[in-house]
DNA sequence: TTTAATTACGAAATCGTTTTCGTAATGATA
DNA sequence: TATCATTACGAAAACGATTTCGTAATTAAA
């Protein structure tokens, strides 16, 4: 009547509990008339192991741990899809802690995942505030990570990255092509690598085509929604003549949007805007909306293969000075929003 | 060097075993004296108990199973960051399975979770095929679980849903006032329980208003994407007089302003379209998306809280045969795609 | 035929916690 | 003072699977 575990298996056939562990196992002590038998019956009575009983003894968890800042966010979800793409064929489980865009949160939840409930983890960061002591711990108890888009450099794990760098520039020529001669990069923080990446082509494409200091501005819009509304919109007031916007994340166009609509700003004439993102809905907005987009798909992908790929390797001569960093590429696909 | 367990800190303050746990649980046998050392030691090593050994014994897992179609979906999401929102609170982990709308996967996940990984499910089915044996011996396990969304009304189980059959027939009123002639009602497919609501309310509301079944059609697009798109093509090449569309998921309403944008329909104007849908960017769409828009973020908190009560009561008395329903409103956004 | 190797299994330790049960030592009660 | 209750702890048995080690029985090699 109770739960069927090993010890049932092996009272039912008149073998011994090791046996019958082997004979599961495909060992080659076990004869296969044997193992024949335990996996019928094993199938009969819909036998399921206990995965801690197995994790306790093997010390592997069969699970990894996916952090991200948020969810509800179509890049991370697309990473997320990408993530769990790998990890089904390898069955594999996957734990999603979500930071809310609070440091000390991740470092609280990546501090949980050193007791070893996880085989590896996956970390968008939410910007470091300067501790990078839960990484080290990370590292120290020999618990495998790897960054996606949000890295922190300082720490050596491997990182799957985008060309920020070179998208930022591309963006920002792209609005001096059209003309523009104000120039606004939206940032959420200046703690969060992607970001920065992207402000440093911003602001290099600007210098390289002399743009005045005095008609460059960098928001730093922040987490919370109200507070970014008004930074914007107080911008946005006194409307800049032949303003160019490179949005650095998805939610700040949508604001931005939003807001010229409140206040009668017509976009392409009046503002243009660019964004990195993944709406699915970017070509149906009113304008369409040029955007940057990251593969996001791959690079869950990309991510969690390389994250696999380090746990399997974990026993193995630490080669972790080879410092693996892929860096996949944007597309920009130009749309109503940057129209002359 | 090694991992700090309770035997080291036993060893380290010359106390047994189980006087070190007692007293990391606080137990009464414990003097306050002897607690504070244990734990003082306890931080100062950063002891982190194992999950696995203590999941053993206790034969609980602190972890809870979210089962959805996709995730890159606005809703889902959005459910998954109101579940994580109570999880946290109770210190619980999240593990997310994807179906990919594939029912049999959806058995084989369930059926997988039946081992005890975790305490409970959170599942929103992606459609039975006829087959709810899995939920069956989640019950016969007796492993807690709760629909959202698309629920299984044969299984004896809580759900939280929306008032899928009032929306459906407000919206498709609304679009008979807006003086629609022919009525689409897309639909993902005829196994989901909160599509079928939402077209029992379709249905209802044109029966009521007189509307002739040659003007009433149903498209199953599936989920398919090329597919699909194919359909809603094809369904409007030869473009019907005054058609008001009512989509009973996101996606399909996207696809079909991608559609009108190709071949050039004009919305509101030739086509007017109403969609059940959470995307933050609706009101920006071109021409705005009038939209039924469900709690998503209610959903998943209101599921997780009946979740975690039932966990909790599962050594109590069985009141199973108080099935909770809890119905949550959507609420109806009119804007420009179903103008007159 | 004797010895060595192989095959096929079982006993028992182990993973780290939790929990039951037992018991010294102390304090309270009659 | 004798008895009982309480306090504060320890020994040991779980939880269920894995793995090491040992060993009969069989087969192969010398």
Known sequence: MENVNIKKLAKELNLSVSTVSKALHDSYEI?????????????QLNYQPNPFASSLRRNSSKTI???????????????????????????????IYITHEIPEKEEQIIKHLLN?????????????????????ELIQKGIPFVFFDRAIFDIDA?????????AGFQATEHLINRECKNFVFLSLSN???????????????????????????ILEAGTDETLSFQLIRNFLKPLPELLGIFSSVEKLAVQTYHICKEID??????????SFSNLPTAALLNPALSTLTQPAFSIGKEAA???????????????????PQLVLNSTLFIRESTQI
């Open 31 to 43: 004869k296969a008339e044997t193992k024949e038998k335990v996996l019928a019956l094993a199938k």
């Open 65 to 95: 741990a996916v952090v991200i800042p948020e969810i509800a966010h179509n890049f991370f979800s697309l990473v997320i899809n990408g993530i769990e793409s790998v990890a089904e064929d390898l069955k594999y489980h996957v734990l």
């Open 116 to 136: 070893g409930r996880v085989d590896g983890v996956l970390i968008s960061s939410s910007g470091s505030t300067n501790n990078n002591a839960h990484y080290h």
């Open 158 to 166: 491997p990182r799957v990255i985008t060309d920020d760098y070179q």
């Open 191 to 217: 703690q969060m690598s992607a970001i920065n990446h992207r402000k440093d082509g911003f602001e290099a494409a600007l210098r390289h085509h002399h743009v005045n200091q005095s008609n460059i501005h």
């Open 265 to 274: 700003i017509q976009i392409p004439k009046q503002l243009k805007i660019i």
């Open 305 to 323: 293969k390389l994250l696999f790929q380090r746990i399997k390797n974990k026993g193995k001569i630490q080669n972790m000075t080879s410092l």
